[in-house]
Nanobody, 120 residues
């Protein structure tokens, strides 16, 4: 059973960088043909996909967030990390990490989500 767990600060000041880590257990993040994504849900809005890091370390980001987003990984810890720079209150959301298989739009495993508030 694959489990994902988000961690990181719940409060970030405007203009700073939001940094979250997803720790994966029950399966390696280097297993072939899986993408490891970050997704968020602002209050009162739908889910927004942010980007992924693939099994080979390749990354792909949402065009609307690409200029501020970086996703990296630490394979020794089986973790991947989101960094979102120059945050504003509009980046306030519940942030999730999740997994999907290549050529599938369905995420089969999700973390429980972590609330991040951007406020001074």
């Amino acid at each position: 059973q694959v489990q994902l767990q988000e961690s990181g600060p719940g409060l970030v000041k405007p203009s700073q960088t939001l940094s979250l880590t997803c720790t994966v257990s029950g399966g390696s993040i280097t297993i072939n043909d899986y993408y490891w994504s970050w997704i968020r849900q602002p209050p009162g809005k739908g889910l927004e996909w942010i980007g992924y890091i693939g099994w080979s370390g390749s990354t792909y980001y949402s065009p609307s967030l690409k200029s501020r987003t970086s996703i990296s990984r630490d394979t020794s810890k089986n973790q991947f990390t989101l960094q979102l720079s120059s945050v504003t209150p509009e980046d306030t959301a519940v942030y999730y990490c999740a997994r999907n298989k290549v050529r599938s739009d369905e995420f089969d495993y999700w973390g429980q989500g972590t609330q991040v508030t951007v406020s001074s």
